[in-house]
């Protein structure tokens, strides 16, 4: 990992490529020491040596600063999780996959499939994934649901659809890799939904 912008430095710099690889390396070093939530703009402003102008210069929130140094520059959170909520709650869990899965189609799937692997064998960063998917991924979509056992509700989904970038992306298995983002969404959609809303107490054993 390169090493941190000395902290001396203060003030605003020109927001050339610089200041952007400085912002992304202390970004890293704040995401790893302080986690996702606790981490902020300001504090990756101070840690890199500029003013929180020129890090909002580069990345809109704390989201997009986060993706970025994932390796990942294309996908807007915010957005995506707009695009999930506006709508009626019962087609959510098919809103969420769809939404997911378009978003990746940008490139082909050639992000994913390299962001991915080069996120999960780097310690620091494979750590912050389940962060920021739980908490700028899924958790505005609980919040707005206000549902019991978010814990819980954000695990399994994110299991769900780990599953299918895996098999759409990484490892790819047919038809789900062919199959339109719409398609897909018809089919794990009702899985996804019983976990954001549906009943997630354990049925009894058959003949207990």
């Known amino acids: 990992m390169a090493e941190l912008a000395p902290t001396s430095r203060r003030g605003r710099r020109p927001a050339g490529q610089d200041a952007r690889a400085d912002i992304l390396t202390a970004a890293r070093a704040e995401f790893l020491e302080r986690g996702y939530e606790a981490a902020s ?3 990756v402003a101070r840690r890199a040596g500029v003013d929180p102008g020129t890090v909002r210069h580069w990345f809109a929130d704390k989201a997009r600063l ?3 140094t994932l ?4 996908i807007e959170p915010g957005k995506l999780m707009e695009q999930v909520v506006d709508g009626p709650v019962e087609t959510l869990g098919e809103r969420l996959v769809e939404t997911v899965l378009d978003a990746w189609e940008y490139d082909g799937g050639t992000t994913v499939r390299v962001a991915v692997p080069a996120v999960m064998a780097d310690p620091g960063l494979r750590g912050l994934l389940p962060q920021f998917i739980g908490a700028a991924i899924l958790g505005p979509v ?3 649901l206000d549902t019991p056992d978010a814990p819980l509700r954000t695990a399994l989904v994110a299991s769900q659809m ?6 759409r992306f990484l490892v790819p298995v047919e038809p789900i890799a062919s199959m339109t983002p719409a398609e897909v969404a018809a089919l794990a959609g009702p899985t996804i939904q019983r976990y954001l809303t549906g009943d997630l107490a354990r049925q ?3 003949g207990a």
């Open 142 to 144: 609980l919040r707005t």
């Open 41 to 43: 703009l300001r504090s």
């Open 204 to 206: 009894p054993d058959a």
């Open 66 to 68: 986060l993706t970025a």
């Open 71 to 74: 390796g990942v520059t294309e």
């Open 162 to 167: 780990a599953g299918l970038m895996m098999t």
